[in-house]
């Protein structure tokens, strides 16, 4: 007689909640999805993959020797070839495919040399960029978490900012050199000479963000909570502390390879980087400069590589901090 | 705000010794010896002699606070025995060079007219530059104009001046032959056909430094008028009818202008760093030169002067910054 009506859902005369059609997304999955929608940083991410696998990878394919110079009556033959696009006006020009960007004026492969001194200038960006985002990092959580210690430690930050650095970097690259040479090598005590320089006179910034940050987390709850719970100072740092000011670290070290790079090829620039026959960017910059009229290729190239990589890691710094922080998006 | 300036001034003085202590102390460490570039032929003893006469045999206390005398006190009185024709420093050992036997200070400021002349030029044509385009890329934020500008300034400020500068020696030196890709430094302007020679020489430098400055700046106060432009205040200007002129390049632009005048107070000294590669660039003889001349050559006075010059730079320009942000902005107080 009563036909029964549909069992009615166990929520009925409320809202009925839409069911999530995707699953829940974690922080950097937002982070991620905010980072893809800026071009710029899409590009520049693109772009620096591209550069880096290109100097990483590149040697293997491409296996001219970047140092070696060939026997005297190859070298005379070789030597000073250009780049082989420069038919297309100049059709008398000294070309040959097995140097598709010509050689320099001791017959070396103009490409291998610039595959290698991508490698080392880019290894120098990033290693002195970790060094520096380490420093940074340390002396920012110990600044902002130890009271005692954060007075000296901003007086050091602020006198570290009042030193002139350029001045400062070419004494020291001058100063420390023949030591570290002797131990390390010729190549590697250069190596760390200018990683640790550029990574001492690059903390500064992101140790002041670090402690600005620290400072203003150590009053929140989630910090009293784990102190009471009886966390240690070390364990309180580094699962409560760190994570949470990972976002401007990651933004400060991406700019810093920007900063690492541009200053080992200024240092190779003025000739106080890496020996003459150890290729960087910046150093085959130097070195083309005199005959730059003749051999326009080969300041473009290196330039044009440091600008390109710089450029690329710039992008992505400002999309990263776009996609960090939302507030800021589209400054 | 005077208070402050005082206070900050007699704050900055132990700063500057301190710094200078730790520069001396960097140089101190230098394994370099001054007498390397000497002939092998002087016999030992006469060596010993000259490096007695430039002071090394004393230790290192000694030696600094010898330079903080004659830099402190004894350069002054120079300073003011060349202007007002007095003679307080008469016979009084000043801070001198290795290399030259002359007095530091005095090529100092042989050299820096042409530092200053090409480095304070570009930096006001930097700046010329880039205020107008912040302004307008902010306004029209998203247009096609901000979307080219924020590239463009992305591009200036990525592309280093080592590369910049040999490229437009390439283009406008020698394939146009637009302008000289060197810096005639005897150069003097005595009338108005010199100025325009001296204009024309200095262009190429002043272009490389100046596009550094205007991205810099440029980004700046783009972000800054952002900032400004949603305001109610803004709004309020608007609602009772001002003129858009009047609304932005008279509210909006001068209220941007805060922390874009305080960038502009800190971005001096570094300029003056970054002059360093341009003129090598461009064989200025300037001051960056012969810092670079004087590290090459282990002249420990010469680089010792001019690295503090260039912290007192710095110190100063960050005081001024702080003071000028004071002035700008009567919310900020700082007693």
Same mark, same amino acid.
């Given at each position: 007689?009563?036909?029964?009506?549909?069992?009615?859902?166990?929520?009925?005369?409320?809202?009925?909640?839409?069911?999530?059609?995707?699953?829940?997304?974690?922080?950097?999955?937002?982070?991620?999805?905010? $980072? @893809?929608?800026?071009?710029? &940083?899409?590009? #520049?991410?693109?772009?620096? +993959? =591209? !550069?880096?696998?290109?100097?990483? /990878? *590149?040697?293997?394919?491409?296996?001219?020797?970047?140092?070696?110079?060939?026997?005297?009556?190859?070298?005379?033959?070789?030597?000073?070839?250009?780049?082989?696009?420069?038919?297309?006006?100049?059709?008398?020009?000294?070309?040959?495919?097995?140097?598709?960007?010509?050689?320099?004026?001791?017959?070396?492969?103009?490409?291998?040399?610039?595959?290698?001194?991508?490698?080392?200038?880019?290894?120098?960006?990033?290693?002195?960029?970790?060094?520096?985002?380490?420093?940074?990092?340390?002396?920012?959580?110990?600044?902002?978490?130890?009271?005692?210690?954060?007075?000296?430690?901003?007086?050091?930050?602020?006198?570290?900012?009042?030193?002139?650095?350029?001045?400062?970097?070419?004494?020291?690259?001058?100063? $420390? @050199?023949?030591?570290?040479? &002797?131990?390390? #090598?010729?190549?590697?005590? +250069? =190596? !760390?000479?200018?990683?640790?320089? /550029? *990574?001492?006179?690059?903390?500064?910034?992101?140790?002041?963000?670090?402690?600005?940050?620290?400072?203003?987390?150590?009053?929140?709850?989630?910090?009293?909570?784990?102190?009471?719970?009886?966390?240690?100072?070390?364990?309180?740092?580094?699962?409560?502390?760190?994570?949470?000011?990972?976002?401007?670290?990651?933004?400060?070290?991406?700019?810093?390879?920007?900063?690492?790079?541009?200053?080992?090829?200024?240092?190779?620039?003025?000739?106080?980087?890496?020996?003459?026959?150890?290729?960087?960017?910046?150093?085959?910059?130097?070195?083309?400069?005199?005959?730059?009229?003749?051999?326009?290729?080969?300041?473009?190239?290196?330039?044009?590589?440091?600008?390109?990589?710089?450029?690329?890691?710039?992008?992505?710094?400002?999309?990263?901090?776009? &996609?960090?922080?939302?507030?800021?998006?589209?400054? | 705000?005077?208070?402050?300036?005082?206070?900050?001034?007699?704050?900055?003085?132990?700063?500057?010794?301190?710094?200078?202590?730790?520069?001396?102390?960097?140089?101190?460490?230098?394994?370099?010896?001054?007498?390397?570039?000497?002939?092998?032929?002087?016999?030992?003893?006469?060596?010993?002699?000259?490096?007695?006469?430039?002071?090394?045999?004393?230790?290192?206390?000694?030696?600094?606070?010898?330079?903080?005398?004659?830099?402190?006190?004894?350069?002054?009185?120079?300073?003011?025995?060349?202007?007002?024709?007095?003679?307080?420093?008469?016979?009084?050992?000043?801070?001198?060079?290795?290399?030259?036997?002359?007095?530091?200070?005095?090529?100092?400021?042989?050299?820096?007219?042409?530092?200053?002349?090409?480095?304070?030029?570009?930096?006001?044509?930097?700046?010329?530059?880039?205020?107008?385009?912040?302004?307008?890329?902010?306004?029209?934020?998203?247009?096609?104009?901000?979307?080219?500008?924020?590239?463009?300034?992305?591009?200036?400020?990525?592309?280093?001046?080592?590369?910049?500068?040999?490229?437009?020696?390439?283009?406008?030196?020698?394939?146009?032959?637009?302008?000289?890709?060197?810096?005639?430094?005897?150069?003097?302007?005595?009338?108005?056909?010199?100025?325009?020679?001296?204009?024309?020489?200095?262009?190429?430098?002043?272009?490389?430094?100046?596009?550094?400055?205007?991205?810099?700046?440029?980004?700046?106060?783009?972000?800054?008028?952002?900032?400004?432009?949603?305001?109610?205040?803004?709004?309020?200007?608007?609602?009772?009818?001002?003129?858009?002129?009047?609304?932005?390049?008279?509210?909006?632009?001068?209220?941007?202008?805060?922390?874009?005048?305080?960038?502009?107070?800190?971005?001096?000294?570094?300029?003056?760093?970054?002059?360093?590669?341009?003129?090598?660039?461009?064989?200025?003889?300037?001051?960056?030169?012969?810092?670079?001349?004087?590290?090459?050559?282990?002249?420990?006075?010469?680089?010792?002067?001019?690295?503090?010059?260039?912290?007192?730079?710095?110190?100063?320009?960050?005081?001024?910054?702080?003071?000028?942000?004071?002035?700008?902005?009567?919310?900020?107080?700082?007693?």
């Amino acid at each position: 007689m009563t036909d029964k009506a549909p069992a009615a859902p166990l929520n009925a005369g409320a809202l009925p909640d839409p069911m999530p059609t995707r699953p829940p997304r974690s922080q950097w999955q937002d982070v991620w999805r905010q $980072f @893809r929608s800026h071009k710029g &940083a899409m590009a #520049g991410l693109a772009l620096f +993959v =591209f !550069i880096v696998l290109g100097v990483a /990878i *590149g040697p293997w394919i491409w296996s001219a020797s970047p140092t070696d110079i060939p026997p005297v009556v190859d070298m005379i033959k070789n030597r000073d070839m250009r780049p082989i696009y420069t038919l297309l006006w100049d059709s008398g020009a000294k070309t040959s495919w097995a140097h598709p960007l010509g050689t320099d004026n001791l017959a070396r492969d103009n490409l291998a040399r610039l595959m290698f001194g991508g490698r080392v200038s880019i290894a120098v960006g990033l290693t002195a960029m970790a060094l520096s985002i380490l420093l940074g990092t340390l002396i920012g959580v110990m600044a902002g978490y130890v009271k005692k210690l954060d007075g000296p430690l901003m007086r050091l930050t602020d006198l570290f900012l009042a030193l002139p650095l350029l001045p400062l970097i070419l004494v020291a690259s001058l100063m $420390f @050199r023949e030591a570290l040479a &002797a131990t390390f #090598g010729p190549e590697g005590g +250069v =190596f !760390i000479l200018v990683v640790a320089l /550029i *990574g001492i006179t690059s903390w500064m910034q992101t140790a002041r963000i670090v402690r600005g940050d620290v400072l203003a987390l150590k009053e929140r709850e989630f910090i009293l909570a784990a102190q009471s719970i009886g966390t240690s100072p070390r364990n309180l740092i580094l699962r409560h502390l760190l994570p949470n000011v990972v976002s401007p670290i990651m933004v400060s070290a991406t700019l810093g390879i920007a900063i690492a790079i541009i200053t080992e090829s200024s240092l190779s620039f003025l000739g106080f980087g890496f020996p003459p026959d150890f290729p960087t960017w910046g150093r085959l910059l130097n070195d083309s400069v005199d005959r730059m009229t003749l051999y326009p290729e080969r300041v473009i190239w290196p330039g044009m590589l440091i600008s390109l990589t710089v450029l690329s890691v710039n992008y992505l710094g400002d999309g990263l901090r776009d &996609a960090l922080d939302p507030r800021i998006r589209g400054r | 705000m005077l208070t402050f300036t005082i206070r900050r001034l007699t704050l900055a003085v132990p700063t500057l010794l301190f710094i200078s202590l730790v520069i001396f102390l960097l140089l101190e460490l230098a394994p370099g010896d001054p007498m390397a570039q000497m002939p092998l032929t002087i016999p030992p003893e006469v060596r010993e002699q000259m490096r007695v006469a430039l002071g090394l045999d004393q230790p290192w206390p000694v030696r600094f606070w010898k330079w903080c005398v004659q830099f402190f006190w004894i350069e002054p009185q120079v300073l003011i025995d060349h202007i007002f024709g007095t003679s307080f420093s008469a016979g009084d050992p000043r801070v001198v060079s290795w290399q030259t036997r002359s007095p530091v200070m005095d090529t100092v400021i042989q050299r820096m007219p042409q530092t200053l002349w090409v480095v304070g030029v570009a930096y006001v044509v930097g700046i010329l530059i880039a205020i107008p385009i912040g302004i307008y890329s902010a306004y029209r934020q998203y247009s096609i104009f901000d979307q080219a500008g924020t590239f463009v300034t992305m591009v200036g400020y990525s592309v280093p001046p080592f590369f910049t500068g040999p490229l437009v020696i390439m283009i406008f030196a020698v394939q146009m032959g637009w302008f000289p890709s060197l810096y005639d430094t005897t150069h003097k302007v005595v009338d108005w056909a010199s100025f325009k020679e001296q204009l024309h020489q200095m262009f190429l430098p002043v272009m490389v430094l100046a596009t550094q400055i205007t991205a810099q700046i440029s980004r700046f106060m783009r972000a800054a008028m952002l900032d400004n432009l949603h305001q109610d205040y803004v709004r309020t200007a608007r609602a009772k009818g001002l003129g858009e002129t009047m609304v932005v390049m008279v509210h909006v632009v001068r209220n941007s202008m805060i922390p874009v005048v305080t960038v502009i107070a800190l971005g001096v000294p570094s300029i003056f760093g970054g002059a360093i590669i341009t003129e090598q660039v461009f064989k200025v003889n300037g001051i960056g030169q012969l810092l670079i001349t004087a590290i090459q050559a282990n002249d420990l006075p010469m680089v010792q002067t001019l690295t503090f010059i260039f912290a007192v730079l710095i110190v100063l320009f960050n005081l001024i910054a702080d003071v000028l942000y004071g002035l700008l902005d009567p919310r900020i107080r700082y007693d």
